[in-house]
Nanobody
Framework: QVQLVESGGGSVQAGGSLRLNCAVF????????MSWYRQAPGKEREFVSG???????RYADSVKGRFTISQDNGKNTLYLQMNSLKPEDTAMYYC???????WGQGTQVTVSS
């Protein structure tokens, strides 16, 4: 069994930065192939960024060049550095372990103009 705990969300002004954290409690194999998703009110959950076991990363077009995904396997933690935030980035952000098919509870990000 695995548990994911997100933190680092908050309220910032447009142009600001936040770093989201996702602590993984469980088997280390759950750190392989992890992703960030987000869901804004009234919208479907959408993919934001992912990282696989080789360290290869992928991003949604809407966040390329502004967000950076990384992980520290020694700390069993996934990160999402978010820079140049825009009001349209406002959403609940969730981490997911694709290898263990489990989601965190989410952390809220609010960007004001």
């Amino acid at each position: 069994q695995v548990q994911l705990v997100e933190s680092g969300g908050g309220s910032v002004q447009a142009g600001g930065s936040l770093r989201l954290n996702c602590a993984v409690f469980g088997s280390y194999v759950c750190m392989w192939d992890m992703s960030w998703y987000r869901q804004a009110p009234g919208k479907e959950r959408e993919f934001v960024s992912g990282i696989d076991s080789r360290g290869s990363t992928r991003y949604a077009d809407s966040v390329k060049g502004r967000f950076t995904i990384s992980q520290d396997n020694g700390k069993n933690t996934l990160y999402l550095q978010m820079n140049s935030l825009k009001p349209e980035d406002t959403a609940m952000y969730y981490c997911k372990t694709d290898n263990c098919n489990s989601w965190g509870q989410g952390t809220q990000v609010t960007v004001s103009s």
